[in-house]
């Protein structure tokens, strides 16, 4: 069954994506057991004292599979998935792509907010969470967001104590049964290819929620390719730092990635470098991917880290800026190469070469994965600007998917009616035909790599009794590239502090990487001639240093 809502591609363009073996018609859930008879012993996940070979992962996973199903959770059903970087992460990814049940990949640091509205959204017939995780008791707020959920929710807890009323999961995964039957039964109902595999989310949503469903066909497509650009093979060991519930580390090529190029998978459920260094050393860790400001911080802390990093050969670096300067400075830092990436969960992702000369991989984010990808650039006018010139990026492809799922409107704006996606990113594309990001006409931050809406901020903000107008903008920071700086009016006779915006922004359930980190309160704000927040004026007051 096909998630209703799902935009799908052209039939004509499906035949040439299928023709030129971009889709290969295989559900990604199938892909456990070629796996496992191919390199059944390896060891594929490694989590601290945690090892499971390519074996492991596939009874665990048809175990769960099985178990989900016993739960009545079917083809075409959605779970909202919100667990760290553990293994339990990939156990549970793999079971529902066996079962077709589409997990939606949210962020640990998501709270009530965004797992309530995404939940609603798609019609989330479970939540799978750690039991407890950083200071905060996610059964609790999952019981309390399957409650407030439209249609009823089951909460399935991956840790050591699940309460009365929850479902446990790694109970699931151990249960008994012969395994031979259990692998024939799943692959009988294996789900079509064509049907969403994974629910992503859009960085950046504004009040709709934008979640993109990523095909069988096109995310395998996404992390075959990923894998072979960046060299991946049976020697790979893949080190996931950022949250894998990200494209990029899903996916780019990532963890899903490194499994399927036979290599394995290293889970570290934080970016500290004391922890990565050691884990590079401990594990023979070969390639890796960081954001730039957590890369910054690699680059600091490896000249005196008393490790032995020599058998890191590649560094992916994405998701926002990388400065031509900390670029120079991360081979000679980490010893390896650097390989930037310019990615996104709607689709097109970018890489430089493993083997780039310097000019390309320190001032580029390098060209598309496939030659099947379509870039166009347009100026203002929706027209293309002239070879060079910077302009907004419009992209199609294989793995491009050409709407957002259940938001008609929505898609009306952010897709042009040819199926074009608007990345809303300025991009020039070099002679060479590298991308080369340099600015953005979308309303959002990039803290650090995590998307976030300004108008989302703002909505939130505005239903705050003190506020009469707010407008949120980035300013810039050397630290995590942007940080989110809010510009409010107040009531008359009110005052508001960044503690009052913290505190109610907390109330209500919104992640803490979304919470304003500056507030400038003014008597008014400049307007455009439309009536709106005029935010170049609102910037200039930023660099200008406050009013
Ligand atoms: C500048 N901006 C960048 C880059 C992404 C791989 C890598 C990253 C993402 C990702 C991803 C950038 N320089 N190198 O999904 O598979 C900004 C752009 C883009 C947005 C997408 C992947 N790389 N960006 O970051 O969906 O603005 O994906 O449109 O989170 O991040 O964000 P997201």
Redesign the pocket.
């Given at each position: 069954m096909r998630p209703e809502g799902a935009v799908p591609w052209p039939e004509d363009l499906a035949r040439v994506y299928r023709a030129a073996g971009c889709w290969r018609d295989r559900p990604l859930g199938s892909l456990v057991w070629e796996w496992a008879e191919r390199r059944g012993d390896r060891v594929a996940v490694v989590d601290g004292g945690h090892r499971l070979t390519y074996l492991d992962l596939a009874l665990r996973s048809d175990a769960l599979a099985e178990g989900l199903a016993g739960l009545g959770l079917a083809a075409g059903d959605t779970v909202l998935l919100q667990l760290p970087n553990r293994w339990e992460f990939v156990v549970v990814t793999l079971a529902c792509l066996r079962l077709g049940v589409v997990p939606v990949m949210m962020l640990p640091a998501h709270r009530e907010h965004e797992l309530a509205s995404i939940g609603a959204h798609v019609g989330a017939k479970a939540l799978v969470v750690p039991d407890g995780w950083r200071g905060c008791d996610h059964q609790e707020l999952a019981r309390r967001v399957a409650d407030a959920l439209p249609g009823p929710a089951r909460v399935l807890v991956v840790g050591d104590e699940v309460r009365p009323g929850c479902v446990d999961v790694r109970a699931l995964m151990r249960r008994g049964g012969d395994p031979g039957r259990r692998r024939r039964r799943l692959d009988e109902r294996a789900p079509d290819p064509s049907d969403v595999a994974v629910f992503l989310l859009?960085?950046g949503t504004t009040g709709v929620p934008k979640v993109i469903g990523r095909t069988h066909n096109d995310y395998e497509y996404n992390f075959r390719r990923c894998a072979e650009v960046c060299g991946f093979g049976p020697d790979t060991v893949y080190l996931a730092v950022l949250p894998v519930a990200?494209?990029?580390a899903l996916?780019?090529p990532g963890v899903l990635g490194a499994l399927h190029a036979g290599g394995r998978v290293v889970l570290l459920p934080t970016p500290r470098p004391e922890a990565v260094f050691a884990a590079v050393e401990a594990e023979g860790v070969t390639a890796t991917s960081a954001v730039p400001a957590v890369v910054l911080k690699w680059v600091e802390a490896a000249g005196s880290c008393g490790r032995d990093l020599s058998s890191l050969r590649h560094v992916h670096v994405?998701?926002?800026?990388?400065s031509p300067e900390v670029a120079a400075r991360i081979g000679p830092a980490l010893g390896c190469r650097l390989q930037?990436?310019?990615?996104?969960?709607?689709g097109l992702?970018c890489y430089t070469p493993a083997d780039a000369p310097d000019e390309v991989a320190h001032a580029t984010?390098g060209s598309p994965i496939s030659a099947y990808d379509e870039l166009l650039v347009v100026g203002p006018d929706g027209r293309p600007v002239p070879p060079g010139e910077p302009g907004e990026l419009l992209t199609r492809g294989p793995y491009t998917p050409r709407g957002y799922f259940g938001v008609p409107a929505q898609n009306a704006v952010s897709f042009t009616p040819d199926g074009w996606y608007r990345?809303?990113?300025l991009v020039r594309i070099t002679p060479g035909g590298d991308v080369v990001?340099c600015g953005?006409v979308k309303d959002l931050i990039?803290r650090a790599?995590e998307?976030i809406s300004a108008g989302e901020i703002e909505t939130l903000v505005q239903e705050m009794p003190e506020v009469a107008e707010a407008a949120a903008v980035a300013v810039p920071d050397p630290e995590v590239g942007e940080r989110v700086c809010l510009f409010v009016r107040v009531r008359p006779g009110r005052t508001l502090t960044l503690d009052d915006v913290a505190g109610a922004l907390a109330a209500r359930g919104v992640a803490a990487f979304k919470i304003p980190e500056r507030l400038e309160v003014l008597d008014e704000l400049p307007h455009t001639p439309i009536g709106k927040p005029d935010k170049k004026r609102l910037l200039d007051l930023v660099a200008a240093g406050g009013r």
């Open positions: 859009s960085g990200h494209n990029f996916a780019s994405g998701g926002s800026v990388l930037q990436v310019y990615g996104m969960a709607e992702i984010q990345t809303g990113d990001v953005r990039n790599g998307k």
